[in-house]
């Protein structure tokens, strides 16, 4: 078995690539005796790498990293350590202007469509916001830029003069999403674009992003916790726990064959109406242990039923077997 480097896909084919990626945050207080400043491990060693075309769902609890990760793509927050690759291109050496030009091509879908998008502003400039920054189109083009893509989105024309507060919760994540593309990226995070909305909302909002996805050739990493709705729309799935990628498959082998026991756990806990099923959950004990201070060893073993000594005290690599299988785990390795 390899590192997770040499897993899924080809990394000379990657659109995105994460090398060693770690954001630590101060913590705004010094450790016993006036020792050195306490740090929050929010991301930590994250290897990763997406193709073109590709969704890769990432699920995990809250306060795992997940978009802390997304921000870190993005450069909107800047890494502690480790190397972020567009393209080809090495997002930290860019220049200030070669940077602006790339996050034309990097766009964010954020989990509250409301606070996203600016009270005051209608949705003719929300929209127009990114076209005129880029300066890609101007007068009667730009006009005709944005009653497309909202169109695009399912909105008229009439929804042009409105503000936010007009629109319901689904319709604001349909501008939210507008506004992404109006600037033609090829990449987009989605950070819980849909765990806002109603169940019947959430899924027309998936079927929007798979549609969109298929015509304008765009690659997503879609942030989660829910299981049911990653299962839907990714092709690959990356379970985060304390800032770590645990397992990382396609989505048949996470559903039907998953190796870490964190995994295991999440899937049992999807609500299942067969009572077999409900009776089969796996109950962790205790909670999340704090990024201010993780657990020695693999940050899972303190809830993990099948810890060992070694897990204790070694931190497990993410290994990739076959398939591009990979899994951090010493109990339960990449097959």
Do not use: W
């Not at 795992?64 to 793509?73: A, D, M, P, Y």
């Amino acid at each position: 078995m390899s590192p997770v480097s040499a897993s899924e896909p080809n990394l000379a084919e990657a659109l995105l690539r994460c090398v060693g990626l770690r954001k630590e945050f101060p913590a705004g207080q010094r450790g016993l005796f006036g020792g050195p400043r306490l740090t929050v491990k929010a991301v930590d060693g994250v290897e990763l790498a997406i193709a073109p075309g590709e969704t890769l769902g990432l699920v995990g609890e809250s306060g795992s990293g997940k978009s802390t990760l997304g921000r870190l793509i993005l450069r909107l927050i800047e890494p502690t350590a480790g190397q972020i690759f567009f393209a080809g291109r090495d997002l930290a050496a860019l220049t200030r202007a070669e940077l602006r030009q790339m996050r034309r091509q990097m766009q964010i879908v954020f989990q509250d469509p409301y606070s996203s998008l600016n009270p005051r502003m209608r949705v003719r400039a929300i929209v127009a916001e990114g076209i005129e920054i880029h300066r890609l189109a101007r007068g009667r083009e730009k006009e005709e830029r944005v009653v497309r893509m909202l169109e695009r989105v399912g909105l008229g024309p009439e929804a042009l003069e409105r503000l936010p507060h007009e629109f319901s919760g689904g319709q604001r994540q349909r501008i939210g999403i507008a506004r992404a593309l109006a600037v033609e990226p090829r990449f987009l995070v989605l950070d819980e674009p849909v765990s806002a909305l109603d169940v019947s909302i959430q899924a027309q909002i998936i079927n929007l992003l798979q549609d969109l996805q298929d015509d304008l050739r765009l690659t997503y990493l879609f942030i989660a916790h829910d299981l049911r709705v990653v299962e839907h729309i990714s092709r690959r799935v990356a379970i985060m726990y304390l800032g770590k990628i645990v397992e990382v498959a396609d989505r048949e082998t996470i559903y039907a064959a998953p190796r870490h026991p964190y995994t295991r756990a999440l899937l049992s806990a999807i609500p299942a109406i067969d009572a077999a099923a409900r009776a089969e959950r796996i109950k962790l004990p205790g909670e999340v242990p704090s990024p201010l201070d993780p657990p020695a060893g693999c940050g899972f073993h303190p809830r993990c039923p099948y810890a060992n000594d070694i897990c204790k005290t070694v931190t497990p690599p993410l290994v990739a077997g076959s398939g591009g299988h990979a899994v951090a785990c010493h109990v339960f390795p990449a097959p």
